[in-house]
C-alpha cells in the first residue's frame, strides 16, 4: 500500500454536459445536466478535495439520535435479544422519506417561520451537533421542569394558576346523545396533552422564586447512539449480528470468498426494491457498480488501522448476509455509496440502521485518525421527497454551491424554499478559495507525457478544447487540476 503523498498521481477524463436529460429522482425531463469524470485512478486525498466541492457531504461526532432513529435501534435490539419483531409505519427507511419533513423531525430551529428541507443542485450534508431530540417547547419558552410534570407533579409545587392550564371537561354534542362529548382523535388528544404539559412547565417555571441555585443533574440523560449498539448480547440471544468490515478495491480474501453470497443479496434486492428485470443486476454489473474502485488504497501512520479507500460492511445475522453497506474510507470522512439488503428484514429498517451504524463507525474511527470525522450521505435534493431522509441526521450542514464553505442546514431551508437554487454564505465577499487562476499551470496527460496545460495547448493538433478544459479546472479548483491529471486523446 501506499503512504501519504506517495504512489501515481490520479488520473481521470472530464465529461461536460450541456443538454438536459431525464432525472431519475425529480422526474423531469431535463432536469439532470452532469458534468462528470471517470477516473482511472484517484488518491483518498484528491477524492476528498473534490467531494468538499459539491461532487458529495454529513458530521458525526456530534450527532444525536433522533426519536426515529432510537425507535429503530430499539427495534433492532430487542429482535436481537429477543427474537421479537415490530412493524412500524414510519420508521423513516432511506430512498422511501417515510418520515416527512426533516425540520420537523431534528433540527432547532427557534423562528418557526424557518422552516423547510434540503438541495436541488448537487449539494452535501454534514452532521452537526442539536441536543434537541425531544418535542420542542412553545416557542420561545425555556423548560427546566422534571420530565415527570405532564401529569400534573410539578416539582415546584401545586398552585392554582398551574389548575387553569388543564382543560375544563368538554361541551356536550351534537350527536345522538347530546350529553356525551364528541369523539375526538387519538392524535388530537395526544397532541393536547403535550401542550398541556408544555404549559404547565412554563407556568412551574415562572412561579419559581428569583434565587440562584445549581441546576439538578439531569435525571433522565438523553442517550448516546453507541448505548444503544452493544459490544455483545447475552448468550441466550435470540440471533447473533455481526458488522465485517472487507476492502473491496483490491479484493480482499474476505471479500473473495464472500463475493457470490454478498451479490445475491444485491440482485435479490435490485430486483424485489428496484424491480429491476432479472437479468440486469448481472455480476458484471454488480462488479462494475460496486466493487472496483479507482480510489488507491492508502495506510497513514496516523490514520485508521484498516486504511482508507474502499470497503463493504457487511451486516451478518446468524451466519449469513442480510445487508451490505458499501463505503468509502477518506481523509476527513466516511463517504456512504450505497446499502443493499435482503428485502426478508425490511422490518428491521437496514436502511435507517446501517446509516447510524456508518456514525457510530465515524466515530470509533475519529479515535485513532483525529481528522476524520464527518459521515457523508452524498447529494442532497432538496425538491426530491426520496432524498428528503438526509436531512434527518443532524446536526447537519449544506455546502453552498458559489463560497464551498458549510452552511447549517436551518439557514439554508428557508432559502431553498424560495429558490431552487441558491447561494447559502450570506457574505457576498466571500467566493471560491481555489479557484482557477492559472489555465496554463492544469496538469494534462496526452500521448503518455505529463505536461502544463500551457505546453499542451501549443502541441495539440485540431480544434481547440480550451472551454472544456476550463470548465474541468474551474469545478475541480486550482489545487486539484494542479495534483491531478487530465487525460486528453
Known amino acids: 500500500m501506499a503512504s501519504a503523498g506517495a504512489g501515481a498521481p490520479s488520473i481521470v477524463e472530464y465529461f461536460g454536459g450541456e443538454d438536459g436529460n431525464r432525472c431519475g429522482y425529480c422526474k423531469s425531463e431535463a432536469g439532470n445536466l452532469s458534468h462528470g469524470m471517470w477516473a482511472h485512478s484517484l488518491t483518498v486525498q484528491d477524492y476528498q478535495d473534490l467531494i468538499d466541492r459539491g461532487w458529495r457531504r454529513s458530521a458525526a461526532l456530534n450527532f444525536q439520535p433522533s426519536k426515529s432513529h432510537k425507535k429503530v435501534l430499539k427495534k433492532m435490539l430487542k429482535f436481537l435479544q429477543v427474537g421479537e419483531v415490530s412493524h412500524c409505519k414510519n420508521d423513516g427507511e432511506p430512498m422511501d422519506s417515510q418520515a416527512g419533513n426533516p425540520i420537523t423531525c431534528n433540527v432547532s430551529i427557534k423562528d418557526k417561520s424557518e422552516i423547510p ?38 416539582d415546584c409545587g401545586q398552585s392554582t394558576n398551574v389548575e387553569t392550564v ?29 401542550l398541556q404539559k408544555q404549559l404547565l412547565q412554563h407556568t412551574c417555571l ?29 448468550e441466550n440471544a435470540a440471533h447473533r449480528l455481526e458488522v465485517r468490515l472487507v476492502r473491496s478495491s483490491p479484493p480482499s480474501s474476505q471479500f473473495k470468498a464472500t463475493f457470490q453470497e454478498s451479490y445475491q443479496v444485491y440482485k435479490l434486492y ?39 479507500g474502499s470497503f463493504h460492511q457487511q451486516y451478518w445475522l446468524d451466519g449469513k448476509i442480510i445487508a451490505v453497506g458499501v463505503i468509502d474510507i477518506l481523509p476527513y470522512c466516511i463517504s ?43 447529494f442532497y435534493i432538496h425538491t426530491c421527497p426520496k432524498m428528503q431522509y438526509k436531512g434527518q441526521y443532524n446536526p447537519s450542514q449544506l455546502l453552498c454551491p458559489e463560497s464551498y464553505t458549510w452552511v447549517p442546514i436551518e439557514k439554508c431551508l428557508p432559502m431553498l424554499e424560495r429558490s431552487k437554487y441558491t447561494r447559502f454564505n450570506p457574505n457576498p465577499k466571500e467566493g471560491d478559495r481555489k479557484t482557477l487562476t492559472e489555465l496554463g499551470r492544469v496538469r494534462v496527460l496526452h500521448k503518455q507525457t505529463v505536461m502544463p496545460y500551457s ?8 480544434p481547440s478544447d ?17 495534483r491531478m491529471l487530465l487525460y486528453r486523446s
Open 117 to 154: 428541507e434540503k438541495e436541488l443542485k448537487p449539494l452535501n450534508t454534514e452532521l452537526q451537533e442539536t441536543e434537541n431530540d425531544h418535542q420542542p417547547p412553545a416557542k420561545d419558552s425555556e423548560c427546566h421542569c422534571s420530565p415527570d410534570v405532564g401529569d400534573g407533579k410539578a
Open 166 to 194: 388543564i382543560q375544563s371537561a368538554p361541551k356536550p354534542g351534537e350527536g345522538a346523545d347530546v350529553n356525551k362529548p364528541p369523539c375526538r382523535k387519538a392524535k388530537d388528544l395526544r397532541k393536547e396533552r403535550r
Open 206 to 234: 415562572s412561579e419559581q422564586p428569583s434565587v440562584s441555585s445549581s441546576p439538578k443533574p439531569n435525571a433522565n440523560p438523553s442517550k448516546s447512539l453507541e448505548d444503544f449498539i452493544p459490544a455483545a448480547l447475552p
Open 270 to 308: 435490485q430486483t424485489t426494491i428496484h424491480q429491476d428485470p432479472p437479468d440486469k443486476p448481472s455480476i458484471s454489473q454488480f462488479t462494475r457498480f460496486l466493487c472496483d474502485s479507482p480510489l488507491e488504497p492508502e495506510t497513514r501512520p496516523c490514520g485508521p488501522a484498516c486504511g482508507y
Open 336 to 378: 456512504s455509496v450505497y446499502l443493499y439488503y435482503d428485502p426478508d428484514y425490511s422490518f428491521i429498517s437496514p436502511g435507517v440502521y446501517s446509516a447510524l451504524r456508518e456514525i457510530a463507525f465515524t466515530r470509533e474511527l475519529h479515535e485513532k485518525a483525529a481528522e476524520l470525522c464527518y459521515y457523508y450521505m452524498g
Open 455 to 462: 505546453i499542451y495547448k501549443k502541441r495539440r493538433k485540431g
Open 466 to 482: 480550451e472551454a472544456a478544459v476550463k470548465q474541468y479546472a474551474g469545478l475541480v479548483g486550482q489545487t486539484c487540476a494542479e
